[in-house]
């Protein structure tokens, strides 16, 4: 009995050793438990004086793994911590981020220290420089609505803390990063451009500068055009080795793929204009890619299957169907003072012949003043005058009103233009209700689309070909041929046509795009002056 109950005391003696062995913190483990523990009453965690901003997710990470850690091991930088530090080390750039913002300057002292206090210190560094990578992969760096009241983003949201976990057992941690990008190829695209842009730049410096002079076309020779040649092939559009000798018809067309780029009128001539966007700095291409590709990390996860996307600076709409487009057409966007806003939405019906219920705004600072210069400038244009609104509405004889004593402070009246030719809203509109109450148009000004740039309207988006979209979003109604559309459409009576399916709409604002059709690389002028606030912030360090 005796020796069976010391064996039992043995076993159990020996079990409780292994336990409290397996228990047992290692010194990095401890050390890395107390850094964080202090953090929940010093309220900050810094390493050699740099915040470290993912401390939340932190303190939720560690204790759930005992504190064991990610990337180091007793001796310093464990073969994952060292795949992902040499990741870092170039893959933010790649993407327009910068290295400096994700710890790499400390990283890399760290990584040759040998001291408790250095390991943990880099370990902490790097999973804060995991997270935010995360989180700016995911979502951008910026938050644009911070920059722009006119901007409403439907950010990518995901928890970083499941990422972490796969990476702390994965050989390739920066794999799970990069799942968080944008999917779409003309992400890609855009990065592989910048990456080409950039080594232009650090090899050869900026392009070849053609000089001012008098405007350039076929059959002129000279340094100039020598120079022009030199432009065009670094920029693509002329093939180098059957470099011209002269402005011949090989140029002119390298001209017009190059105005065609850039937005330009397409007539392979080099006038003011194509000079000025040839002679534009390869450094502020780099910025335009970069902000722009800021910019797609700012968009939802998914836009659609069918989607309606508007660029803005572009100019353009495309109907995007498995990513492919479908239906493109010219657009006029709001003028500088009244900029077409950044958002997404989802277009629920149409209006044919639709009234135009106008704006306070603009009853009262364009329509007012017309008015009261000849008061039957509203019957000529189909305008009635109200007062009220539902069972109060009444209508209002221009003739009874003192025009002299109405103001834009006292306007005490509604305009509302009714169908017809001269209808600022043409023959149709498409609505997704939203707080900036703007929508797609049709519009009596055809003349508008004929310029290269296009920002002329109030704010809402003026449509080329609006019965073809009409066409499509309503096709999957077969009450709705395109006789039947063009028949109301022409007609004097509103109707009403709500769709099936609502369709996602996406008003962007891009400078800088690869064509999906073409693979060419377009850039635009920043007609409303939202590129340079986003590339300052993004130059800005992190708050220390």
């Known amino acids: 009995m005796y020796c069976r109950a010391f064996e039992i005391a043995l076993v159990l003696a020996l079990s409780l050793a292994t336990l409290g062995s397996a228990l047992a913190e290692t010194p990095v483990e401890a050390r890395l438990r107390n850094r964080i523990e202090a953090a929940v009453f010093t309220d900050s965690l810094k390493v050699a004086d740099e915040r470290i901003h993912a401390r939340e997710t932190m303190r939720a990470f560690y204790p759930l793994r005992d504190y064991r850690p990610v990337w180091v091991g007793e001796a310093g930088l464990s073969p994952r911590g060292d795949a992902l530090l040499n990741w870092i080390h170039t893959a933010p750039a790649r993407h327009g981020l910068r290295p400096a913002d994700y710890h790499v300057a400390v990283l890399d002292e760290l990584e040759s220290a040998d001291r408790l206090g250095a390991i943990v210190d880099l370990e902490l560094a790097m999973t804060d420089a995991f997270l935010m990578l995360g989180s700016h992969f995911l979502a951008g760096r910026l938050n644009p609505e911070t920059l722009d009241s006119e901007w409403i983003a439907n950010r990518r949201h995901r928890p970083l803390a499941p990422l972490l976990e796969r990476a702390a057992e994965s050989d390739a941690p920066s794999a799970v990063l990069e799942e968080l990008l944008p999917t779409d190829p003309a992400y890609h695209a855009l990065v592989g451009r910048l990456a080409s842009f950039r080594q232009r730049r650090d090899s050869l410096g900026n392009w070849p500068e053609v000089p001012d002079g008098a405007t350039l076309r076929e059959g002129d020779s000279g340094a100039r055009v020598d120079a022009l040649i030199d432009r065009l092939i670094a920029a693509g559009d002329l093939d180098g080795d059957a470099r011209p000798s002269m402005f011949d018809t090989t140029v002119a067309d390298a001209a017009r793929r190059f105005q065609l780029r850039h937005g330009l009128a397409a007539d392979g001539v080099v006038g003011r204009q194509t000079l000025r966007a040839l002679n534009v700095p390869i450094q502020d ?67 044919l012949s639709p009234y135009w219920e106008v704006p306070p705004s603009i009853a009262t600072g364009d329509k007012l003043p017309l008015i009261k210069r000849d008061p039957s400038y509203l019957a000529a244009q189909g305008y009635e005058l109200l007062s009220g609104w539902g069972d109060q509405e009444r209508p209002v004889d221009p003739a009874d009103v003192d025009w002299n004593s109405v103001t834009a402070r006292n306007f005490p009246y509604r305009l509302r233009q009714k169908p017809g030719s001269f209808n600022a809203l043409g023959a149709v509109k498409f609505m997704f209700p939203n707080k900036f109450s703007v929508y797609l148009h049709d519009t009596p000004a055809r003349e508008l689309f004929g310029q290269n740039a296009r920002a002329f309207s109030s704010g809402c988006i003026r449509l080329d070909r609006p019965l073809d979209l009409a066409e499509l979003l309503l096709s999957d109604q077969a009450e709705w041929t395109r006789p039947g559309i063009e028949a109301a459409a022409g007609g004097n009576s509103e109707q009403t046509v709500r769709l099936t399916r609502p369709v996602p709409v996406h008003l962007l604002y891009w400078t800088a795009w690869i064509d999906p059709s073409s693979g060419d690389l377009h850039f635009r002028d920043d007609i409303y002056g939202r590129d340079n606030p986003v590339l300052r912030e993004l130059r800005e360090m992190p708050p220390s």
């Open 285 to 351: 291409r780099i910025d335009q890619l970069i902000v722009n590709l800021e910019r797609w990390r700012w968009l939802p996860e998914d836009l659609g299957d069918l989607y309606v996307i508007v660029n803005i600076a572009g100019f353009r709409l495309d109907v995007i169907e498995n990513d492919t487009s479908i239906l493109d057409m010219r657009v006029v966007v709001g003028q500088p003072y009244r900029r077409t806003p950044v958002f997404s939405d989802q277009i629920r019906y149409l209006v």
